[in-house]
């Protein structure tokens, strides 16, 4: 799997997350030439553990209906899909999959290995958001889909949600609920 020099894109399958472009901690954009070990999509609930000890995996993951203020049931343990993509360099990124029951709405959850930067240049809306435990981190949209990233100081992780809706957007505080119910996996 060839990734195009200077990018990796956080996503589940090509194009999903469009112009955030992923850059190392030093804010150059890192080349990864090719995935020496992947994982095709699969099923695997346990496949998270292969990207780090300290992996956190959300305890809440509620979708709203259209129009409701009624948040559903948890669908924390129901991803649809994971990956884990190994590369040369030794980064290990990790993605898993929700989805709403009736599929107009879902959410990828994404880890990776080593602290990340997520470029946000030209997406048209953009705010710092604290999280429950002190932990900055920036929420975007850019109409099409939203996501809510951050750096964990604490293990060296890069976490990020990317939120996509047929009808409507995702909002920072729908992310931030996912994003603040992290625990460790029991």
């Known amino acids: ?16 997350i469009g112009g955030f472009v992923v850059k190392n901690k030093n804010n150059t954009a890192f080349a990864e030439k090719n995935v020496i070990e992947g994982t095709s999509i699969t099923t695997d609930k346990e496949l998270y553990k292969k990207l780090s000890p300290n992996i956190k995996l959300p305890k809440v993951v509620k979708f709203k209906e259209n129009g409701s203020n009624t948040p559903g049931i948890n669908k924390r343990s129901d991803f649809v899909a994971t990956l884990l993509d190994v590369l040369p360099t030794g980064t290990r990124d990790y993605r898993h999959q929700y989805k709403s029951d009736d599929g107009k709405q879902k959410i990828t959850f994404n880890v990776i290995n080593r602290p990340t930067e997520v470029d946000l240049e030209g997406v048209p809306y953009q705010k710092k958001i604290i999280l429950s435990n002190g932990v900055e981190a920036t929420y ?5 889909m939203q996501t809510l990233s951050f750096n964990d100081p604490k293990t060296n992780l890069f976490y990020c ?4 809706k047929v009808e409507g957007e995702f909002t920072s505080e729908e992310l931030l609920e996912i994003l603040n119910s992290l625990d460790e996996p029991k």
Do not use: F, Q, V
């Open 1 to 16: 799997m060839k990734l195009r020099n200077k990018l990796i894109i956080i996503a589940i399958s090509a194009g999903l």
């Open 161 to 164: 949600l990317i939120g996509e």
């Open 140 to 144: 975007a949209s850019d109409n099409r």
